[in-house]
């Protein structure tokens, strides 16, 4: 599989063929008047992947997936989905695309089960007589049977959540879109929406999902794009990303200076940072390396991996952001 680094990490190229798509943009960019909501972007969805869309508040992430389903004509570049050019072959490809993006469109005042029924009514693939089979399974599903006849004005963030969710679940899909799923689900609600997740995934369902924490990516996908101000920072297999950069221990020590001229006094390259001596493992190990600081006279308070990769890069751009997080 191959694997993309653009701008922040450096990943190795895998010499293997190229897996298939289930979608793709090619120099995708959409502006709003002055406003550059994405610029230049080129993503990937393997087939049978699951890939996570991280990226700060207004990185561009939810106009990007509008664009991938053709709810939204792109400035200029291209976008194929299922084979299909969009959105002019929206008709073919989105009967097998299951998608949850913000405001659904559902009737406040009809039931859970009453907006499902509609919902259904409009899939080309479900049999008028399969519609209500098909609705309580995909509520059972998302775990809102309980809740289906009350209206879904007085549902809960969380419960809407969940209704978008079996409406992009009403029939098998080869793939599924799912713009902030766990956005409003408290954690037992996460857990049941990553299940999900892993259960699409091993019945061969592409899986394009947006989340603002790099944990839920790491517990769910099998692949990333990072986007930041409308462009694709990094994307490739998650394992490669997270193991890109050079391997490091992170020392928490008072005496840093001393710290960093025994290290390179003992050839071993290290650097101060803000977050402590950061030593290059490349030519060494963990414990030669804290035993040259030991015998340096050096006090050490901790000594641990310093993150590399993806959670470096991430951990950069969600700096940048004032909540600390990269947000929904
Ligand atoms: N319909 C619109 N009209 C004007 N500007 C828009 C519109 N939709 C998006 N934008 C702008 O485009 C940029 C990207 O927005 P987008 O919603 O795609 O980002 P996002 O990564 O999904 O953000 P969030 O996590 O906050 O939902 C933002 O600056 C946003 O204000």
Do not use: W
């Not at 709810?71 to 194929?80: N, Q, S, Y």
């Not at 907006?115 to 259904?120: C, E, K, S």
């Not at 408290?186 to 929406?193: C, F, I, K, S």
Request: net charge negative.
């Amino acid at each position: 599989m191959t694997s993309t680094a653009l701008t922040g990490v450096d990943v190795p190229s895998g010499a293997s063929t190229p897996a298939a798509l289930a979608a793709s943009t090619r120099g995708l960019r959409k502006t709003y008047g002055h406003t550059v909501a994405v610029d230049h972007v080129d993503l990937d969805v393997p087939e049978g992947s699951v890939l996570g869309m991280l990226g700060p508040n207004g990185s561009g992430k939810t106009t990007t997936i509008r664009m991938l389903l053709g709810l939204v004509r792109p400035t200029a570049g291209k976008v194929e989905l299922l084979g299909q050019p969009m959105p002019d072959g929206a008709g073919h490809a989105l009967p097998d695309v299951g998608a949850l993006v913000e405001s659904p469109g559902f009737h406040p005042f009809l039931s859970g089960r009453d907006n499902l029924l509609r919902m259904a009514a409009a899939e080309p693939r479900l049999a008028t007589s399969d519609i209500p089979g098909a609705v309580d399974t995909s509520l059972e599903r998302v775990g809102l049977s309980g809740a289906a006849r009350r209206r879904y004005r007085g549902y809960s963030l969380g419960m809407k959540q969940r209704l978008g969710l079996a409406g992009a679940l009403l029939v098998p899909r080869r793939m599924v879109v799912l713009d902030e799923p766990t956005n409003g689900l408290d954690p037992a609600g996460t857990r049941e929406v990553r299940t999900i997740i892993g259960e699409l995934n091993a019945s061969g369902v592409t899986v394009l999902v947006s989340s603002h924490l790099l944990a839920e990516v790491e517990a769910t996908c099998t692949h990333v794009a990072v986007l930041h101000s409308g462009s694709v920072v990094a994307q490739g297999e998650l394992a490669e990303l997270l193991e890109s950069g050079s391997p490091a221990l992170m020392v928490s020590t008072p005496d840093g200076p001393d710290a960093v001229d025994a290290l390179r006094q003992g050839r071993i390259p290290a650097r101060l940072t803000p977050e402590g001596v950061r030593v290059d493992l490349t030519a060494t190990t963990p414990p030669d390396a804290i035993a040259a600081l030991v015998h340096a006279g050096v006090r050490i308070q901790e000594a641990r991996r310093a993150r590399t990769g993806l959670e470096d890069l991430f951990a950069r751009l969600t700096q940048q952001e004032p909540e600390g997080e990269v947000g929904s």
